[in-house]
């Protein structure tokens, strides 16, 4: 079993940064791909990045590249997401996800996902 638990969400003025981490707990040798996905209450679930655990090949959605950057940190079992230029439209909840073998491009198909990390943009 895999557990992820995130932090680094809260409040910012547009254009504003926030930096969130994820650090998966357990059995974590079989995790290729480790990803961010975001929600707003009501709508549906939609990618935000990914990146692979071996290789360190990245997606990121389009209404986030040139803003936001993922990253991770082997040794500390870290993954993060660095949001810069933050827009009021990215309020959502954020949640960190893992898998085995590939990234879904459905979010709903993570193996496995963090309890989530509000983050809440003011205009």
């Known amino acids: 079993q895999v557990q992820l638990v995130e932090s680094g969400g809260g409040s910012v003025q547009a254009g504003g940064s926030l930096r969130l981490s994820c650090v998966a707990y357990?059995?974590?040798?079989?995790?290729?791909?480790m990803g961010w996905f975001r929600q707003v209450s009501g709508e549906e679930r939609e990618v935000v990045a990914h990146?692979?655990?071996?290789?360190?090949?990245?997606y990121y959605a389009d209404f986030v590249k040139g803003r936001f950057t993922i990253s991770q940190d082997s040794a500390k079992g870290t993954v993060y997401l660095q949001m810069n230029s933050l827009e009021p439209e990215d309020t959502a909840m954020y949640y960190c996800?893992?898998?085995?073998?590939?990234?879904?491009?459905?979010?709903?198909?993570?193996?496995?996902r963090g309890q989530g990390t509000q983050v809440t943009v003011s205009s």
């Open positions: 996800a893992a898998d085995t073998l590939r990234c879904p491009t459905d979010p709903n198909e993570y193996k496995y």
């Open positions: 357990g059995y974590t040798y079989n995790i290729d791909c």
């Open positions: 990146i692979y655990t071996v290789g360190f090949g990245t």
